[in-house]
């Protein structure tokens, strides 16, 4: 079972990332289809306080194409600062991803951080990444690509998982004690 992997993620990885964090929050998006639809309302009522629901539609469904549009040119950008702030090396350049008994351990050619397994909150996977969390919104996004096959991908998740929840039944048990 491979318990180390290395891999680079790409500048659109990164904002890939960014977009799906922030449209699946559950704060963020409820918040702007109702302004969305708030303002969509207020073109459709004419002087009158008379509703047309056709106008309403047709600028609720503009305005969420100018959202989207908008958020996505916004998050194409939104990490160019942090990768000039701490270099290509640092958030593009290479990772090195082992799992211990005791935690985490990540290196780059700038930082080498080492977590314990009660610092990582949750693991999500999809069809081509790995997502090990470590705060709502920081985490490690391991490309499945960086696998020599689906198979070890899988078994680096599976201990991933596995030594997680041997913390945190480590941890229930010490709040018992």
């Not at 918040?31 to 609720?60: E, V």
């Amino acid at each position: 079972m491979p318990l180390e992997v290395t891999y680079t993620n790409t500048y659109w990885e990164l904002v890939g990332n960014n977009m799906r964090v922030i449209f699946r929050h559950t704060v963020v998006t409820p918040i702007c289809l109702l302004i969305l639809l708030a303002g969509s309302y207020n073109q459709a009522t004419d002087a009158a306080g008379h509703f047309y629901f056709r106008y309403f539609l047709k600028d609720a469904i503009d305005s969420l194409i100018f959202f989207t549009v908008g958020a996505s040119v916004l998050f194409a950008f939104l990490p160019l600062p942090i990768i000039w702030s701490k270099g290509k090396a640092g958030v593009l350049g290479p990772h090195r991803i082992q799992l211990t008994d005791t935690g985490l351990v990540e290196e780059t050619s700038v930082n080498k951080t080492e977590l314990k397994w009660s610092g990582i909150t949750k693991i999500r996977t999809s069809r081509s990444h790995i997502r090990i969390y470590i705060s709502p919104y920081n985490l490690f996004l391991i490309p499945r690509k960086a696998f020599e096959s689906r198979q070890q991908s899988d078994d680096f998740e599976a201990a991933a998982r596995k030594f997680m929840a041997s913390a945190s039944e480590g941890k229930a048990g010490a709040n018992v004690i």
